[in-house]
Structure formats: C-alpha cells, structure tokens
C-alpha cells in the first residue's frame, strides 16, 4: 500500500494538566475525505488545531508525505499544502468577497508592489481567474463584490470554504462546515466536498452532521475523551455499538 499523504502518530496534548488527546494516531491517504467525529469535548478541534499548526502537541509527531512538520507554524505548513477553515468564521469582514478569496493565494502569489500597477501581470491574471472558479463552485460569484460580513451566514461558511481552496492545498482541514446551515444548504455541501477531493485534495472534515459524514467520507475516526474509540469505513462506524454509547450513553 501507498504511504499516506498525511500521518499523525501518537499525539498527545494537555492543557493545565488536562489531557485533550491522549496517543492519537491518523493516517490520511492521498485522495480521500477522512471524517473525524465525536461527542462534545471529544478533542476533535484540538486535533485540527496540531496538524494545522496552531497548537503544539506535548508529544507525537506529524508528517506530511516524507517531511515532519511538528514543529512548522501555521504561515509555514500553508506553503507546504496545509490549509483549514474554523468552526469559528474568521473572514476580513470589511473586505470585499473576492479581496478575501485574493488573500486565500497570498502564498503562492509573488508580484508584490507590481499588483498595483494599472497593468496585470500574467501570474495575477491567472490568480484572479483561479478566485473566480473557487467563486463559481461555492455559488459566491453574484456576490463577488459585498463585504463578507454582509452575507448570510451559510454564505460566509462556503466563503471559507473557497478561500481555503484558494490556496491549492494538498491536505484541507475543515471544521464543522455544515454548522448553521440550513437544510439544503448541508445537502448541497456534500458534493462540493467530493469536488475537492474530485480536483486532487485529500479532506479531513470534523463535523457532528452524520448523515453529512456518512454520503462523504471514506473513512471515519472517532474520538471520545481525547482518545481514539474506533476507526473504520463510515457504515462500520456509525453502526458501533462503541460509538451509541459515546454518543447517546447507552
């Protein structure tokens, strides 16, 4: 079998002596959506937080394909193709939607002070056409000019979502993208999630819509009191016994 693209073993992270994950491995292959699910307070976020860079583990280690990245920030681990979104909507409210898609590419962008001459140049244009199909896939282009803290909700969730895309990432990190959104708004998520995948990104999504982890991912880990409780295909999973009782308590 083919190395993963992504590989976190044994990560361990306490907070005041709290343990938020306790010896968690994850392995990621190369084209694949890998759900991480849980109850409240399973650790799902502080996870996202130790592959994206935020937060650093106590002890473990994370690899991206032949190269450990444990010890990357954030700003060094995007160049490299890891990119994620926020439970918490973390948009430049005061700027236009495409000027937020255009900050998505700032690390594969190198024209500097020439982006303000009056005359584009090539690599420029071609970023631009890029931020326009991230616009077009998430539904975002009629709204392409409105401040990003103008739009509804679910709008601001998908703008997200198109950013992150905007910086090509090999590996994309996405916390709770259905969270309040609607019915169908979660409905048509699912296939912008497969696009993705679709145009060469491997996925991990956190999210507590089942039913949206069941139609997207092909594998499925879960967390209970910062430790794995099971992993396996989606069916599998959400069939456990193991799982009922984490959730439901019985």
């Known amino acids: 079998m083919a190395e993963p693209l992504l590989k976190v073993s044994g990560i361990c992270k306490r907070f005041q002596g709290v343990e938020a994950l306790g010896d968690i491995d994850i392995e990621l292959a190369e084209g694949t959506i890998h759900g991480v ?3 409240n307070g399973a650790g799902k976020t ?3 937080n130790v592959i994206s860079g935020y937060v650093a583990p106590n002890s473990g280690s994370v690899t991206l394909g032949d190269r450990e990245i444990t010890k990357l920030t954030p700003q060094q681990r995007v160049p490299l193709g890891v990119v994620r979104t926020f439970q918490n909507i973390r948009l430049f409210g005061g700027l236009s939607v495409v000027d937020n898609l255009l900050i998505g590419q700032h690390s594969r962008a190198h024209t500097g002070f020439f982006s303000l001459w009056p005359l584009r140049t090539g690599s420029e244009k071609r970023l631009r056409a890029e931020a326009r199909e991230a616009l077009e896939l998430f539904d975002l282009l009629p709204y392409r000019k409105r401040r990003a803290a103008e739009l509804p909700y ?3 969730k998908q703008l997200e979502m198109a950013r992150a895309l905007a910086a090509r ?3 994309l990190l996405l916390d709770e993208p259905a969270a309040g ?4 708004g979660r409905a048509a ?3 912008r999630i497969r696009e993705l995948r679709d145009r060469g990104m491997s996925v991990i999504v956190v999210e507590h819509d089942m039913d949206v982890i069941a139609k997207v991912c092909d594998h499925v880990t879960v967390l209970n009191f910062g430790r794995k409780l099971i992993d396996g295909a989606p069916a599998e999973v959400l069939a456990s016994d193991e799982v009922r009782t984490a ?3 019985t």
């Open 37 to 39: 699910v849980g109850p």
């Open 247 to 249: 959730y439901l308590g």
């Open 181 to 184: 959104m609607t019915t169908d």
């Open 154 to 156: 679910g709008l601001q």
């Open 189 to 191: 998520l699912v296939p």
């Open 169 to 171: 990432p090999r590996v």
């Open 46 to 48: 502080t996870l996202l």
